[in-house]
């Protein structure tokens, strides 16, 4: 008869506060997060963990802020190997002369492979533990993250036009469909469907993808209402803007993730609202490309749940979510006039249980709640330049930064160790980012 085998010890995690996410505003002083089993076994005062888990590892953070695990709820990954490539130009001017000539000519499983690889180390070390990802050869993103360890939310992405991946939309749908097939048990990982933009994706094609969401309940992420010229051109080609054309293809809905929503009316935020739908907001690259500022406040106000997003780093150019949040709150402040407007809890919500939510997911990660997901992310708030600290979670939107996360934890193993990676290899990276520049340039 085997021995059953020895139960593995649980790490404790101690810290200066924990934030929990939910309730929205709560922050408990001197407590301890109990890992075990991938999963967060029980949040309890610090002192109290160390005698009921005397034989645990301990990790004690007297400075710092436990958080969930930060959420970019929308990205192009492997982008990452394009940064810097095409600054400073118009969107369409960007997509059509710059980054779609480089993708058809040298985007491969390789180069998405690599490229997400990059990225994953870059928001790791930056507190985020889970992408929602839409770009091409999703199978490769998929084998990224999973040896970075990383979670992920893959797009099936769908599009009309022939590309190095697939050839018209039904060949990009049967390699999604496929793609979920292959890796739907891995824990690590869940799908979107991604249908790239009402600009590139036919009715006929709209139609199906709202099919196979009802079938299979997943979400469906796409950019919408990006840009005033996306709106000029729908109405010109469809006699109708982009959201009131997916009402009428049955796409809107709560599985629905609208991308950057920049330009909509007050009965377009209703609408969003009543559907039940979310909105991806990604400030710095609506910024960059002068695609104009989201109205969030009056999407918060309506009850849609908006999340944070970096967009790629080809538009952005850092996958930096700490920076989206920042950023996030100063600009609704700013556009309506109400330095109320989203306060600092209601931002880092958007950047962990909201974007949880959109991707349906909110049941295993999002917050520190005993039953989740051991997903969490360590932030050094003693620091001198974060000094002295009156409010963590005030400081954790409006002055950390990305180089103030010591720990990341994904599922409950331990990625990121005093800002070290622990199982991706940086020099790797810069060599593989040094042959595909050379390989783009060429």
């Excluded at 048990?185 to 099919?211: G, I, K």
């Excluded at 999407?299 to 538009?315: I, K, M, P, Q, R």
């Amino acid at each position: 008869m085997n021995a059953s085998l020895p139960e593995i010890a649980p790490t404790l995690v101690e810290a200066r506060w924990v934030i929990p996410a939910d309730p929205p505003q709560a922050v408990l002083h001197h407590h301890a997060l109990v890992i075990a089993g991938g999963r967060i076994r029980e949040v309890l005062p610090a002192q109290q963990a160390r005698e009921r888990y005397r034989d645990a590892r301990r990790i004690e953070l007297p400075g710092h802020a436990l958080i969930p695990g930060l959420i970019n709820l929308h990205t192009h990954a492997a982008m990452a190997l394009m940064r810097g490539l095409a600054d400073d130009r118009a969107l369409m001017d960007w997509l059509q002369n710059h980054i779609w000539p480089v993708e058809m000519r040298l985007v491969s499983s390789d180069f998405v492979y690599d490229g997400t690889l990059l990225a994953c180390a870059e928001m790791l070390r930056g507190g985020v533990t889970c992408f929602n990802d839409m770009y091409f050869f999703p199978e490769a993103a998929a084998r990224a993250a999973l040896a970075a360890g990383m979670r992920a939310a893959l797009g099936m992405i769908v599009l009309e036009f022939r590309s190095p991946y697939a050839t018209d939309a039904g060949d990009y749908l049967s390699k999604g469909l496929a793609l979920r097939d292959a890796f739907k048990h891995e824990p690590l990982l869940s799908f979107c469907l991604a249908p790239h933009a009402p600009y590139t994706v036919s009715d006929a094609t709209f139609e199906r993808v709202a099919t196979y969401a009802g079938e299979l309940d997943v979400p469906v992420h796409m950019h919408l209402h990006e840009t005033a010229g996306e709106i000029r051109d729908s109405l010109a080609a469809h006699q109708l803007r982009p959201i009131r054309r997916l009402q009428q293809l049955a796409l809107l809905g709560p599985n629905l993730i609208a991308v950057h929503a920049v330009h909509l009316t007050e009965d377009e935020i209703a609408l969003l609202a009543e559907h039940g739908c979310h909105v991806a907001h990604c400030p710095s690259s609506n910024l960059k490309l002068a695609s104009g500022i989201a109205p969030v406040a009056a999407l918060h106000e309506c009850g849609v749940n908006l999340g944070l997003g970096t967009d790629g780093a080809a538009s952005n150019n850092r996958l930096d979510v700490f920076t989206e949040m920042r950023l996030a709150a100063l600009l609704a402040k700013g556009a309506s006039g109400q330095a109320t407007t989203l306060p600092a809890h209601a931002v880092l919500g958007m950047a962990t249980l909201n974007a949880a939510r959109a991707l349906g997911i909110d049941d295993e990660i999002g917050s520190l709640i005993p039953g989740k997901r051991a997903d969490v992310t360590a932030v050094n708030l003693g620091a001198p330049e974060l000094s002295p600290c009156y409010d963590p979670l005030s400081h954790l939107v409006y002055a950390a930064g990305r180089e103030h996360v010591s720990h990341v934890w994904v599922n409950g193993e331990l990625l990121v160790e005093d800002g070290r990676l622990t199982r991706l290899d940086p020099a790797e990276l810069t060599a593989k980012a040094a042959y595909w520049k050379d390989k783009i340039r060429g």
